[in-house]
């Protein structure tokens, strides 16, 4: 009998953690797996033998993008894991299987065997999603930087160490940040020109419920005018704490105020403890943004995006500035 592929149940996730040799706890897949708009449901599906055995697992994040009035789902699929032993077409099955759950599909990155089966499903390749650090505090970054040798971690500090000298340059008095509990929700602007993830308030709470690292949010105000909900993580290792910026809501053409948010995010991470921050841009604005506010970009680092397209439905949308950024499929929590 051929290797049967069925939607995750409750059941599996103690024999789906084994996949993973530990790398992944129940805990953590549960969370991962959960659908944002239905926490009854679960975004994998599993593959089974003919013993009923499962030996393979994908996860998904369905999402809405939007450009004006314009919307398509993309579906990215995530933690894509089989059976150290087994030999078939199961892995196959598992991507097929998720890959055409919406419009179109978005991968990023993905290791050697995930990429060819990019190629075998015909993803098109895209572009660079870039990847932006700033030192905060230099003893303790230093400690953060583990390479694989003693001579590129201290390349790399060496590479770094100018964004812990370097500051946003201009300051908006109006911008106001206010913790995001649950109940004051902003929704983002929208943007007449720009293709983004349509983000709602159940994401952001998805996004919040990661059990590995400490999540916080905060509202966006500029004066009166809301401007949507950022998300920062904060992960501590052996004594030593790192931030990432996950999610900024789109800020518009003044460079001013992306340097004043973005400021604040910063502050508030290192008023926590964290030694560096890094985060994740594919948009123009957004990446002047973290330029301008003192990040350097390591160009080695960045996350190749692809897309298969098989609609066409994408063909009048200008891929090369969609915003993209950490809060896109699994990446916010991995590699931290």
């Known amino acids: 009998m051929?290797?049967?592929?069925?939607?995750?149940?409750?059941?599996?996730?103690?024999?789906?953690?084994?996949?993973y040799n530990g790398r992944k706890s129940v805990k953590e897949l549960k969370w991962l797996f959960t659908n944002p708009g239905d926490s009854t449901i679960y975004n994998a599906f599993v593959a089974e033998n003919n013993k009923n055995e499962i030996i393979g697992v994908i996860g998904y994040v369905l999402s809405i993008y939007s450009q004006n009035i314009f919307e398509l789902s993309g579906s990215i699929p995530i933690s894509w894991k089989l059976h150290s032993e087994y030999k078939g077409m199961a892995g196959v099955l598992l991507f097929k299987k998720v890959m055409n759950l919406g419009d179109f599909g978005i991968t990023i990155a993905g290791s050697e065997t995930a990429k060819d089966l990019y190629?075998?499903?015909?993803?098109?390749?895209i572009s660079k999603i870039d990847q932006y650090y700033k030192i905060l505090d230099l003893k303790g970054s230093y400690r953060s930087l583990h390479r694989k040798s003693i001579l590129k971690t201290v390349g790399m500090f060496a590479y770094l160490s100018p964004s812990y000298f370097k500051n946003p340059k201009h300051s908006v008095d109006d911008i106001y940040f206010k913790r995001y509990d649950g109940s004051n929700f902003i929704e983002e602007q929208s943007s007449k020109n720009l293709f983004k993830k349509k983000i709602t308030k159940n994401y952001i709470d998805w996004l919040l419920d990661c059990p590995l690292v400490k999540t916080y949010a905060f509202t966006i105000k500029k004066d009166k005018l809301n401007l949507g909900t950022c998300v920062l993580y904060i992960k501590e290792k052996d004594g030593v704490k790192k931030g990432r910026i996950v999610h900024l809501p789109y800020l518009g053409s003044?460079?001013?105020?992306?340097?004043?948010?973005?400021?604040?995010?910063?502050?508030?991470?290192?008023?926590?403890?964290?030694?560096?921050?890094?985060?994740?841009?594919?948009?123009?604005?957004?990446k002047k943004g973290y330029l301008s506010s003192g990040f350097v970009n390591i160009k080695k680092h960045y996350k190749p995006l692809y897309i298969k397209d098989p609609k066409n439905s994408l063909d009048h949308i200008d891929l090369n500035n969609w915003y993209l950024q950490y809060s896109e499929g699994d990446k916010a929590y991995r590699s931290f």
């Open 119 to 125: 190629k075998l499903f015909k993803y098109k390749y």
């Open 254 to 286: 003044d460079i001013k105020i992306w340097e004043s948010v973005i400021d604040k995010c910063i502050y508030y991470l290192k008023e926590n403890g964290c030694c560096i921050v890094n985060a994740s841009a594919h948009n123009t604005m957004n």
């Open 2 to 19: 051929a290797d049967k592929i069925r939607r995750i149940e409750e059941k599996d996730f103690l024999e789906v953690s084994a996949l």
